[in-house]
């Protein structure tokens, strides 16, 4: 089952993973059906079952964005993925706004694109998900752009609002890829969503980010000789493609996460009103 654009559940379709029509089953529920609430770790749980379902499809999005920028920082600067910050202010700023602005919302443009294929029980295929978030790209990157100069303002004006504005605009790329309503809109529809579920949000992004760190520093800790060596610059390529996939996916099943949560409030609304 998967929702529309509103959020209201869709008709059921049988999922087709490789030749293989899977059942409607208990699997196929938690996998699959987009208009159910899930708990943080309800999030993580999917966010893996995706991941053994396509076991390719999303590092591939990923790795097709990631391994590209950082080859191309690694010839402009010298330095691989582990030693970016040797790179020195100016040029470290100009990467995180690459970073925010282009390769961030397109990888999340991929991902979510996707998860609305897989939640519509069709066969995602790289060149029609590549297709999509390419078109999508402007919309999201713009919106991406303002929601983190935005959280950058609130941060350096006094932390509290930019942690705010952070909650507030964690779903803004998956928005606006999803809903087409424009950069905007986007923001706007993300405030909605996230309105009430800052502990929830908060939460899966602590787990997220922790993992993410202990990952990366693991990941430091073994890496071999020089930050520019090959042996360096390929574990830097895959731990940044399986961090950016994995960051992108559990957002886009928080985004439905959070329609489903809408969804439901309107209908307790509903029902309390009459």
């Known amino acids: 089952m998967v929702p529309d654009r509103r959020g209201h559940p869709g008709s059921h379709r049988p999922q ?24 943080v770790r309800a999030i993580l749980h999917a966010t893996l079952e995706f991941y053994r379902a396509f076991p390719l499809l999303f590092l591939i999005l990923a790795a097709a964005v990631i391994v590209p920028y950082d080859l191309a920082v690694l010839a402009a ?7 970016l910050s040797h790179t020195g202010f100016v040029v470290s700023q100009l990467l995180n706004v690459l970073s925010f602005s282009l390769i961030s919302p397109l990888i999340s443009a991929l991902h979510v694109h996707a998860v ?10 790289l ?16 919106a991406e752009i303002v929601a983190n100069i935005g959280i950058l303002l609130g941060t350096l004006a006094l932390i509290l609002p930019g942690i705010l504005l952070a909650l507030r605009w964690s779903v803004v790329a998956q928005s606006a ?23 929830h949000i908060f939460g899966l992004g602590l787990v997220v980010g922790a993992l993410a760190l202990g990952v990366r520093l693991a990941a430091i800790a073994i890496s071999f000789g020089h930050t520019s060596s090959v042996p360096s610059v390929a574990l ?27 969804t439901d409030l309107n209908a307790s609304a509903g029902d309390a009103a009459s």
């Open 77 to 83: 600067t010298g330095h691989g993925p582990f030693g």
């Open 177 to 199: 890829a999803v809903e087409h309503d424009g950069w905007l809109a986007a923001l706007r529809r993300s405030r909605t969503l996230t309105a009430g579920h800052y502990g």
């Open 116 to 125: 609305v294929m897989i939640g519509e029980s069709r066969r995602p295929r």
């Open 236 to 262: 830097g390529l895959v731990v940044d493609t399986i961090l950016a996939s994995f960051s992108a996916l559990t957002l886009a099943i928080l985004y439905f996460d959070l329609r489903a949560r809408e």
């Open 127 to 142: 060149p029609e998900v590549a297709t999509v978030g390419l078109r999508v790209l402007p919309v999201v990157s713009a």
């Open 16 to 39: 087709t993973v490789g030749c293989t029509r899977v059942s409607e089953d208990d699997r196929r529920d938690s996998l699959v059906d987009l208009s159910r609430e899930r708990s």
